[in-house]
């Protein structure tokens, strides 16, 4: 195997100081061409896939009438036959909660809930692999990050909210703490099992019951999670999954019996929600898209702003609402970063998901790939500048190169609409105040991003980004202890930490 | 012929091994021969305690929080020796769910104790609990697992290595529970425990000037004089309760640190 010389630091730009000096030259040096790894398959052997699924209802098995196909969109490879569920299917699935929240679930004591949620995380630890598998078969996110960050999430969330079980008077004093009741869950394609985890952690710790419903491309995960939840012994109808599409979802929206929306998506259909449930009473948390700036000043660690960039926009294909889609670069490092970030994209990995080398994996589905492709184009058509660094794409499956554009003006789309793919815009300025005042011009404010060495800098600017979460000098960092969610047009309500109890409790006062 | 059992020798819990007294002395208790632990004992004890808990302090609370569910873990593993050791099955399942309990609020602890202050000026300020360091806990006589788990648990939580003397009558649960405390992941010396009298133990440990805290739950009449002994090097003194559980029992043994930083351009 050759050692390609790119990797070797003396070659690299060294930073600090001399990176003002670097001429435009060095963004010439050579990057190979040819990335030639030995394939480090995982192997799939951990998993077994059934044929076909049907709903999880009652703690059984619900026989869907209708089905469609679950694929792999590394190879479009068909996995599963899985139900579409329908308003029929979304009725049994709340019938069974609101009698198990009824029946029982409600009014255990709030050790013995954390104890079957502290089983739930124990069970998740214990077949992550399995899961990490299934969960880049079906999504097409590369092994290393399901293996490495959705799976040790996913069960420090239950971890941590079994905790919370029985201390909601800790959390809350001088104040009652009741369950809501039944929710309703609808969560996303980018992080299934993590996604749920958010959603039925925290629900289970408070005391209430679920429905859930898993994003149409990606359901096997969740179906795989209710075998979790049998080894776990949950009593029947805690928690119902039902698949399908937007239609299920809808279903699930607009029945009388639940108690609580909580929706990860699209800002489009989380407003849809926002107005169907309006006058109903329903308690309701959006967690929608997203358009993070990721704003490096000039005196920021400029490798580490680059390695930052990169996990920002191209961590799980950059399909993660919170991704720096928005660069802004201070104007007098803009040549050096730009030249930095060019030479770095071209030593990522593209390719199949189950490989360990992998950094970049399969888009998630047709549909997406397409609004990419549309969104890029429209880059290209209003006059942004284009780099993709030279890449072998598979031939079967659904695939993007990794995207910078430069040149980029505000009043673009890909400026401005979340595009939800590993395309990068990059935009300048010059003072603190125009980075915030850039930064914000967006309806969205789900997360930012700020590179600088000076601490008072770093404060100042989080005082003023009207984001949920702002990183510094690092990007895409989760945990569970630590409240997550948005402001404007990016939803309400936060999931993580203390204040991710409040949406799953109602209070007597 | 029926075969003859192997008897136990019941030995202290010091830097994760299991050593005799270096006097050499046992007493009797519940029957049995128990280590009789002396004043150096309790000093290498306390040594082990301090070179234990800078690991223990820096590990991330997530995983403070796993390993004490272990120990609950291996406590339930075991509830039917415990149950023979102590006043039975229900004192048992309440000492594994309060280890549970204790287990949940490591990392939840900073956002119910600490928080950020909003001071009149361009800084950010914000106060996070820390661990006081080397805690000394005199286990109470009665309930003899629950009182010792009652006392040991939010020390343990909160970051700090513990030296704890066992229930003086009724010390062989104590030993258990060190058994169950060597087989799961809760770092050796973060948890040292001692058997032997109270009288002549307690005020080894409140002088010490290397133990940062007291507990003084099962100190009885000698309360008074230990308290001024842990005047000499300022020590956080508790008069805990032998059955309660509280975040506010984690509170006694940490320090709350507050930091200023400017904002500005």
Redesign the interface.
Same mark, same amino acid.
């Given at each position: 195997m050759r050692i390609p010389t790119a990797l070797n630091p003396t070659v690299l730009t060294p930073s600090g100081a001399d990176v003002a000096e670097l001429d435009k030259s060095q963004r010439e040096v050579a990057v190979p061409g040819d990335w030639t790894y030995a394939s480090a398959p995982e192997s799939r052997d951990v998993v077994r896939i059934a044929d076909r699924y049907g709903h999880f209802v009652g703690g059984e098995w619900l026989e869907p009438g209708e089905t469609y196909e679950t694929i792999a969109p590394r190879d479009e490879e068909s996995l599963a036959e899985v139900g579409q569920g329908t308003p029929a299917d979304v009725g049994r699935a709340v019938a069974a909660a609101r009698s198990a929240f009824a029946d029982g679930w409600s009014s255990l004591p709030g050790s013995e809930r954390a104890k079957y949620l502290f089983r739930i995380a124990r069970l998740l630890q214990e077949r992550s692999r399995e899961f990490a598998v299934l969960e880049s078969l079906n999504g097409g996110k590369p092994i290393k990050e399901s293996r490495d960050v959705d799976l040790p999430l996913a069960a420090a969330h239950f971890f941590y909210y079994a905790g919370w079980a029985d201390k909601l008077e800790y959390a809350f004093p001088n104040r009652r703490p009741r369950p809501v009741g039944v929710a309703g869950q609808i969560i996303p394609w980018n992080f299934p099992l993590l996604m749920l985890a958010w959603k039925v952690a925290p629900a289970l710790a408070c005391g209430n019951t679920v429905v859930l419903k898993p994003a149409e491309t990606t359901p096997l995960t969740a179906l795989l999670f209710c075998d979790v939840l049998r080894q776990a012994e949950l009593p029947a109808g805690v928690v119902n999954i039902v698949t399908g599409d937007g239609r299920t979802g809808a279903a699930l929206v607009e029945s009388e019996d639940i108690d609580k929306v909580a929706f990860t998506g699209s800002t489009e259909v989380g407003k849809e929600i926002q107005r169907r449930l309006a006058g109903t009473g329903k308690k309701l948390t959006l967690e929608l898209g997203g358009k993070a700036a990721n704003i490096v000043f000039d005196d920021a660690a400029l490798d580490q702003a680059v390695e930052g960039i990169v996990n920002g926009i191209y961590f799980n294909q950059g399909h993660v609402c919170c991704a720096g889609s928005r660069l802004f670069v201070q104007e007098s490092i803009y040549e050096p970063l730009v030249a930095k970030l060019e030479r770095r994209l071209a030593t990522l990995r593209v390719g199949d998901p189950l490989d360990k080398n992998t950094d970049v994996g399969a888009i998630n589905s047709a549909a997406q790939l397409e609004k990419i492709r549309e969104l890029v184009a429209s880059g290209v058509g209003e006059g942004a500048e284009i780099y993709q660094p030279p890449c072998v794409l598979p031939e079967k499956g659904y695939w993007f190169v990794p995207t910078v554009f430069t040149n980029v003006a505000q009043s673009y789309r890909i400026a401005q609409e979340e595009i939800f793919g590993p395309v990068l815009s990059v935009l300048t300025f010059r003072t603190p105040e125009e980075a915030v005042e850039k930064a914000n011009n967006t309806p969205y404010g789900l997360s930012a991003g700020v590179w600088t060495e000076k601490g008072s800098r770093i404060l100042w600017m989080a005082q003023r980004l009207r984001a949920g979460v702002v990183w510094a000098n690092t990007f895409n960092r989760f945990d569970p202890s630590s409240p997550f969610g948005g402001y404007k047009e990016s939803g309400f309500g936060r999931e993580g930490g203390l204040h991710g109890l409040e949406p799953y409790l109602e209070f007597d006062e | 012929m029926s075969r003859l059992p192997v008897k136990k020798t019941y030995k202290l819990f010091i830097g994760g091994a299991f050593p005799r007294s270096e006097s050499g002395r046992t007493y009797d208790a519940e029957g049995q021969n128990v280590a009789r632990a002396s004043r150096k004992d309790v000093r290498d004890a306390v040594r082990a305690a301090r070179d234990a808990q800078p690991g223990w302090a820096k590990a991330t $609370?997530?995983n403070r *929080?796993?390993v004490l569910?272990r120990l609950a873990e291996m406590v339930e593993a075991r509830s039917a020796e415990f149950a023979a050791l102590c006043t039975g099955r229900e004192e048992v399942e309440r000492a594994i769910?309060r280890v549970?309990?204790y $287990?949940?609020? $490591?990392?939840?602890l900073p956002?119910?104790l600490g928080g950020s202050n909003p001071v009149a000026g361009p800084y950010?300020n914000f106060t996070v609990p820390e661990p006081t360091g080397v805690v000394a806990v005199l286990a109470p006589d009665e309930p003899p697992l629950l009182g010792l788990v009652t006392r040991l648990l939010p020390p343990l939580v909160g970051g700090n290595a513990v030296v704890a003397v066992a229930s003086e009558t009724r010390p062989l649960a104590a030993i258990e529970l060190a058994e169950a405390l060597a087989t799961s992941d809760v770092p050796g010396g973060v948890v040292n425990l001692l058997t032997g009298q109270h009288a002549e133990l307690a005020p080894v440990l409140a002088a010490h000037m290397d133990v940062n805290a007291i507990d003084l739950c099962g100190a009885d009449g000698d309360a008074p004089e230990l308290e001024r002994l842990a005047a000499d090097n300022v020590k956080r003194v508790v008069r805990g309760r032998a059955d309660v559980q509280s +975040?506010w029992e984690i509170a006694s043994f940490l320090e709350l640190k507050t930091v200023w930083? +400017?904002? *500005?351009?």
């Open positions: - | $609370a997530y *929080g796993q569910y769910d549970v309990w $287990a949940g609020w $490591a990392d939840k956002q119910v950010f +975040p930083h +400017p904002m *500005g351009q």
